[in-house]
């Protein structure tokens, strides 16, 4: 099990930038893929990156070439950075961890983060 915690989220103009952090402690972070989540209120939770033990990527559309997803092993932190923010990318933001693969699908991840808001205004 590892744990996760979040942070960067915070306002920010449509069109603006900004970088979330997920800090993992409690587990071997480079032994798991990692992913991105993210919730409106209202809607269910939705899959925004995800990032394997090697590197490789996944995204969804809607933030494909807008959103990137990045890892650095000897920090034990995940990296989600967002340009070209739009309205509807306001939500809270999770990080998860999965020790199996790559995945689009929140039930297969093992461990959550408690979330940062993400506001962007117009």
């Known amino acids: 099990q590892v744990q996760l915690v979040e942070s960067g989220g915070g306002l920010v103009q449509a069109g603006g930038s900004l970088r979330l952090s997920c800090a993992a402690s409690g587990g071997t972070f480079s032994n798991y893929a990692m992913g991105w989540f993210r919730q409106a209120p209202g809607k269910e939770r939705e899959f925004v990156a995800a990032?394997?033990?090697?590197?490789?990527?996944l995204f969804a559309d809607s933030v494909k070439g807008r959103f990137t997803i990045s890892r650095d092993n000897a920090k034990n932190t995940v990296y989600l950075q967002m340009n070209m923010m739009k309205l509807e990318d306001t939500a809270v933001y999770y990080c998860?961890?999965?020790?199996?693969?790559?995945?689009?699908?929140?039930?297969?991840?093992?461990?959550w983060g408690q979330g940062t808001q993400v506001t962007v205004s117009s």
């Open positions: 998860a961890a999965n020790l199996m693969a790559i995945t689009r699908k929140p039930d297969e991840y093992d461990d």
């Open positions: 990032i394997r033990r090697s590197g490789g990527t």
